[in-house]
């Protein structure tokens, strides 16, 4: 490294020379307590986190006896006594996962597709000029993701659909859009890592380019890029704002895509403030950030079973 | 000849894929910025939001943005920097340090809301701190924190192993190898991978919906004394930030101006986020040059 | 060397404001209470946490401002967060205010006899109906049809041979619960939209023919052309048939205290009751004073003559 590093190290080792071996042991002693707290605190943070949330999810089941199926599978949300009483958060679970899926439909393929032109095809101009600036699209905030779909992707549906513009097709494409940097980058990172060797093999023996890509880099990449497109998905899931923006967060099932629908994480945004605490229609809420919870854990335990098949 | 012609098809797939998305991304960006900068003068920067007359500007959530930024980072930096010291140099391989990989793990996969649900449940009620700057930044230090970690251990896994074990070998205790050789070594990563974290956390806004509030109270901004509820500098006060602002005055704004408030909100927005991007690029770059050109 | 002891400093200073945070938060909300009752003479001083309904979040922010005008040393944080956060954080002690918009008695999960009400203003509310659907005044029972979903097409009720778009207003929130109650006696409407603000629902409105959505008075204004206030059962939608009751779709804003207001509470409360405010920052907001009203209504719903 530097001489800077040098000089300093050989600084500290005179002085520890100098100094008793016991408050070597003791300085040593502190460092260890303080890095094994820090490590500690992570650990307590998790299990508060998923303690906490889960014992809060739970108390509808428990304290107001809903009833767990009817909870998952219930068509009609109508927890705040209007009428009858109903909670059937399944159109919001539906919400979740289609919005998730489309997106991922649309920017798996946009995205990996992408990756290969920047690791393949324009190498230079791909990692030198593109990879950057889709990296630091990464970065761009949700909201602003969600501004432009209620600006630009909305009226555009209006126009060229039966609809109203809010609808699930809308809240697909503003997700996809902002996962597509977040997975073209990560492909683009597994693809990089394949060894040039089995690349220049496969061009060796005759291979044209596309017969590569399909043939041994497609396979060699496999897990990773399906990591990438998992942990896509898992932002899309948990995206709030940007979704509650512009689907329109109607209670019932979508019927097409241009309809209005709802998500798990748009009804909690849009009704946390309007419920007390300890009541129903609040600790119903708190539920349906259980299922966020629940969900975000699967999608660890699908990225972990990926990457183990990654190894054999 | 068959071959060819689908290598060239799947070429030019590959090529309208980049195309595509290269095109959104660019429209993306442009529409922000030019619709956003018109709306930018200094007035708009430098006044108070109205919650019902048109005009209003965005001075007190820019400094919110920063403040709860700053806060975020005093918190999250040190514990995650000393986080990912424990993974990279003290974990043994064994039940505990799998623990903690799984902990940091969920961590950075927890979606945003759900982490201003756990903010909005421990810090704002049971803490009883209320909507306020600190109960927003510990629950973005929740979120920050696994990063720092990842860039720390990535960091100081980086340095070659060389240069540990010569300080090892000159009697160093192992602690004091961490402080004198690894840290100093680690720092232009760790550096650039805060201020990238940096960048998210500034555009962060559903942790904060239910932690640090959706308004700001009158600030006096001569006023610095962080205990006196007029200062902006006290952190028990509720605080919107900019993005914050951006989602309610499209969900719940009642000001005719909305969309230039949204509009121009979103391109500071944006700008910040560019800005802590390319410095952390080019600091990166320049340690990396002085580094590599010393070698 | 240097560089990890400021590291080291800084952790210290983390867990010295972490404490800090413990205490402060406790700290602030005792001194809340107490820096009211100081204030005994004029100008009042001390400071006071008023947050909730978003709907009255303007009013109360203009109010507090010009409050601050005459009380420079009285300090008042207007917060949002929707009247059940209003509600529970009163009721918690957080907030020293609490606004909402619907009576504490209609929720659960809220001791309501702990906390006074003081209903500083009247809200009047109606359909709010795009201007091609070719309605203007419904009957009751009509609009019933048109907000459960028993009729889907306008040219059913006297309109435009054009389907109905139906933008409703989130469970719980307080346009949604009195429109429900005095608009549709009831009845809980169809599935539609659902958004929470009412800029938003007057441009979909606008934007959207055969949309219909529900909107206080406040929000018509000549240059929306395409948003129409709609009468009900002939009586016109206007402050003046609310103040006497004849048309039914109105609500109370109310600031919730726990236990009675002193101090700066007491202070800020007469004030918003006081002339200055119902006569001019009232009206000017597109409320309707409390103190003009010739009925009144209870927790139930039910409305009796003053």
Known sequence: MSNSNYSSTSSSTHRLIKNKNGSVKRNELRGKVVVYSCAVLIIIATIAITLFLTIKGLQSFIVNGVNVGEFLTGLTWSPSGEGDVAYGAFPFIFGSFSVTFLAALFA????IGSAIFMTEIAKTWGQKVLQPVIEILVGIPSVVYGLIGLTVIVPLIREHSSGIGFSLLAGMIVVGVMILPTVT????????SIPQDIKDASYGLGATRWQTIYKVILPAAMPSLATAVVLGMARAFGEALAVQMVIGNSKALPESITD?????????????????YGSLHNNLLWSLGLILLVMSYVFIIIIRFISSRRKV | MNRRISNNIATSVFILCAVVMIATLVYLLGYIL????????????????????EGGGIKNQLWNSFYILMMTMLFSVPLGVLG???????????????VIRTSVEVLSSLPSIVVGMFGLLVFVQYMGLGYSIIAGALALTVFNLPVIVRVTEDSIRSIPLKQKNASLALGITHWH????????????GILTGVILSAGRVFGEAAALLFTAGLSTPNLNFTNWNPFESTSPLNPFRSAETLSVHIWKVNSQGIMPDVLEIANGSAAVLIIFVLIFNLSARIIGGVIFAKISGKK | MKKFKSLAIMFTFVLVMGVLAACGGGNDNSSNGNGGEEGSSEAVSGSIIVGGSSALQPLAAAAVEQFQQNNPDAQIDVQGGGS?????????????????????????????????????????????????????????????????????NWKDVGGEDMEIQLVNRPDGSGTRATFNEFGLDGATPAEGITEDSSNTVKKIVNDTPGAVGYLAFSYFDDSDSNVKKMAIDGVEATDENVKTGDFPIWAYEHMYTKGEPEGLEKAFLDYMMSDEIQTSLVPEQGYIAASEMKVERDAEGNQSDL
């Not at chain 1, 209005?260 to 007390?276: D, E, F, K, P, V």
């Open chain 1, 108 to 111: 798996a393929p946009l995205g």
């Open chain 1, 185 to 192: 980058s990560i492909s683009a990172d597994a693809l990089k």
């Open chain 1, 260 to 276: 209005q629908a709802a998500t798990l994480t748009s009804i909690i945004t849009l009704s946390m403030g309007h419920t007390t």
């Open chain 2, 34 to 53: 030019t619709n956003g900068f018109a709306e930018i003068d200094w007035s708009f920067l430098s006044s108070n939001s109205s919650s019902f007359q």
């Open chain 2, 84 to 98: 990912g010291i424990y993974l990279a140099e003290y974990s043994k391989p064994g039940k505990i340090t799998n």
């Open chain 2, 177 to 188: 190898t961490v402080k004198t050789v690894l840290v100093p070594a680690a720092f232009p």
């Open chain 3, 84 to 152: 059940g956060t209003g509600l529970s954080e009163v009721a918690a002690g957080n907030f020293d205010i609490g606004n909402a918009d619907y009576f504490a008695e209609s929720k659960e999960g809220i001791e309501a006899s702990e906390l006074v009400d003081h209903k500083v203003a009247v809200v009047g509310m109606t359909a709010a109906v795009n201007a091609e659907a070719g309605v203007t005044d419904i009957s009751k029972e009509d609009l019933i049809k048109v907000f459960t979903g028993e009729v889907t």
